[in-house]
């Protein structure tokens, strides 16, 4: 079992800027991907940016150049940097961690707002 907590989050104007954070526990030698998702109302859960153990990393189209996926592979945490925020970057934002055996866990979700 793997659980994920979640950090950051919050109000911000356009153009701003925001950190999320989040820390797995559990069964973390078993994790093989880490990442974020997110979902507005009305839509799917979409992949926002993600990083293998080995660092290769994937970016939705929407957020290449603003956005950043970091991570510590011995805490292990992994962040994501958002900058140039836009309204249309509203949404609850998932931590997501795929083991070796290609099971899913996620966090609670944290509520990013960015208003106009």
């Known amino acids: 079992q793997v659980q994920l907590v979640e950090l950051g989050g919050g109000l911000v104007q356009a153009g701003g800027s925001l950190k999320l954070s989040c820390a797995a526990a559990?069964?973390?030698?078993?994790?093989?991907?880490l990442g974020w998702y997110r979902q507005s109302p009305g839509k799917e859960r979409e992949l926002v940016a993600d990083v293998t153990s080995g660092g290769s990393t994937k970016y939705a189209d929407s957020v290449k150049g603003r956005f950043t996926i970091s991570r510590d592979n011995v805490k292990p945490t992994v962040d994501l940097q958002m900058n140039s925020l836009k309204p249309e970057d509203t949404a609850v934002y998932y931590c997501k961690a795929i083991n070796w055996a290609m099971r899913n866990y996620w966090g609670q979700g944290t509520q990013v707002t960015v208003s106009s």
């Open positions: 559990g069964d973390i030698r078993t994790i093989n991907v």
